[in-house]
């Protein structure tokens, strides 16, 4: 919530400086078909991310070993053949236990991702572009193990809730054509169409039992840390508008959808995801539509 905040308090200030800039700017000095943002513009963006929770289930502990044992879980190697970590858990717990459950939903964090823009503005207000965003994301959800009963048991299983969480590195560059519906005047509405790439790499996954913590991308019989990812692919469109806050500079505003293959595991999913995005940029940053005017 804090993350939303601080990003629409960031859009309003920014408003309020185009609404000043209005202001100042003279467009009469311009032929009325002038196209403002001809030519090579590049600039930085800020997004916030929103992700599919589908490629989440990765951090759930239920994927296979990769190494020599492949009929076991990864939780169930980290925290119950693992006679070490066994023995911690059993004398925290003071019980023996076995895993009742595995998280049922994984969930991601949104985040705000940084970037960078390069495109290539035509006279007929088509463009082609180039843009890429980077980000970090945490993921978590809740499981629980069945402990074992001193007395025969009960009817009703006791439960010790446990954490699975994860940490993951995620790319997008796109590839796309654009087209402004207004570019002679101070705001521009446009739209985006194209390929996305996409790397994504799993830093961390972990399990947490009360006050132990335990790293289950580790593979402790061939002291092994297992890396996890790959590069996907998909598509995504976007929208917004544009407005010109100087006679070189622009700011965009809008929102990009993507379809995309996470390549965390095989068999990923194709999921769903959102960023909403402001790109500040420059006009003609190689000066050939000035030289042009001369």
């Known amino acids: ?86 023995a911690q858990i059993s004398q925290m717990l003071n019980r023996d236990y076995r895993i009742f459950q595995y998280p049922p939903e994984m969930i991601y964090n949104n985040t705000f991702n940084w970037g960078a823009i390069f495109e290539k503005v035509w006279k007929n207000s088509l463009g082609t572009l180039v843009h890429f965003n980077t980000m970090t994301m945490d993921v978590s959800g809740i499981g629980a193990l069945q402990l074992q009963e001193w007395n025969g048991g009960s009817v009703e299983p006791v439960l010790e809730e446990i954490i699975l969480s994860g940490r993951e590195n995620r790319f997008n560059i796109n590839l796309g054509l654009q087209k402004l519906f207004k570019p002679e005047e101070m705001t521009t509405p446009f739209l985006e169409l194209g390929a996305n790439l996409n790397y994504a790499l799993a830093q961390k996954n972990r399990v947490h039992i009360r006050t132990l913590e335990y790293n289950i991308f580790y593979d402790y019989e061939s002291n092994l840390q297992i890396q996890y990812g790959g590069m996907g692919w998909g598509a995504y469109a976007g929208g917004g508008y544009r407005f010109k806050v100087s006679g070189n500079y622009f700011l965009d505003f809008g929102v990009s959808l993507y379809y995309q293959d996470v390549v965390l595991f095989e068999d990923s999913p194709w999921e769903w995801s959102y960023n909403l995005f402001m790109r500040f940029a420059a006009t003609d940053i190689f000066g050939l539509d000035a030289l042009e005017g001369n």
């Open 1 to 86: 919530m804090r993350k939303i905040f601080l990003f629409v308090l960031v859009l309003t200030a920014v408003q309020q400086t185009i609404a000043q800039q209005e202001s100042v700017l003279d467009l009469s000095a311009f032929p009325p078909e002038y196209n403002h943002y001809e030519g090579w513009n590049a600039g930085a963006l800020m997004g916030y991310y929103i992700p599919s929770n589908k490629s989440a289930l990765f951090y759930n502990g239920m994927r296979p070993r990769t190494t020599f044992v492949i009929d076991r879980t990864v939780l169930e190697y980290t925290i119950i053949d693992n006679p070490r970590h066994y």
